[in-house]
């Protein structure tokens, strides 16, 4: 079945740590996004991808980093994880503007 | 700018019974879609069905419909014979025309509504 996966599904990191947090999509959906979801709220749009071209969200913190090396993988990379950034990380593809199917989420703390 | 509200951060619902989750919003846009998502507490988020803002029908998807009121702005979902299995966090979200650059594809997403089911 096509699928949006994500790994790990859990993530411990220390203060300070950098982590990677991986995406990969089975659908060759042309847009990726990332989103952090903290506990009981609405998911926050992180940054896209529309193929090659990012676009970051005015109020995304430069800690926050992407990478696409190809059509079927997206990173997250957070360059220092803080307390605060201890969240739900989900992906998500869409062709264009058609429906955002959404990956399992990674779970991420930090000590 | 764009925003969606939903005024019920919890629903209670008997099984086989069926509810309906509220959800209206507030655009410019002529055009625009409408989406509900499941997200249960395992945490993947669930399409369960979309409207198009030039729709003449009601979106249907199984046990799932849409109630679209374009004139009162809402666009309530009803979920019919409900199960336990139907018990998890609930989104509205609305998605912007095409402006292009950021505002391809983004969604502006409700703050949720809880739905627990009792057998």
């Known amino acids: 079945d096509a699928m949006v996966i994500q790994n790990p599904r859990y993530q411990v990191t220390q203060f300070g740590k950098p982590v990677t947090l991986s995406c990969s999509q089975t659908l060759n959906h042309n847009v990726m996004y990332w989103y952090q979801q903290k506990s009981s709220q609405a998911p926050k749009l992180l940054f896209h991808y529309y193929d090659k071209d990012f676009n970051n969200e005015a109020d995304t913190p430069d800690n926050f980093q992407s990478r696409r090396p190809n059509t079927s993988f997206c990173f997250l990379d957070i360059r220092s994880p803080g307390l605060g950034d201890a969240a739900m990380y989900l992906c998500?593809?869409?062709?264009?503007?058609?429906?955002?199917?959404f990956g399992p989420g990674t779970r991420l703390l930090v000590l | 700018a764009q925003k969606i509200t939903q005024t019920q951060p919890g629903m209670f619902v008997q099984e086989k019974e069926a509810v309906t989750l509220d959800c209206t919003y507030d655009t410019s846009d002529p055009s625009y879609g409408l989406f509900w998502y499941k997200q249960p507490s395992s945490g993947e988020m669930i399409f369960l069905i979309y409207q198009g803002s030039y729709d003449q029908q009601n979106a249907t998807e199984g046990r799932y419909s849409l109630n679209f009121q374009k004139a009162r702005k809402s666009a309530n979902l009803v979920i019919s014979a409900s199960q336990l299995g139907d018990s998890a966090m609930y989104f509205c979200a609305m998605r912007a025309s095409n402006a292009g650059g950021t505002s391809y594809g983004k969604l502006t997403f409700g703050q949720g509504t809880i739905l627990t089911v009792h057998p």
């Open positions: 998500a593809t869409s062709r264009a503007q058609g429906t955002q199917y």
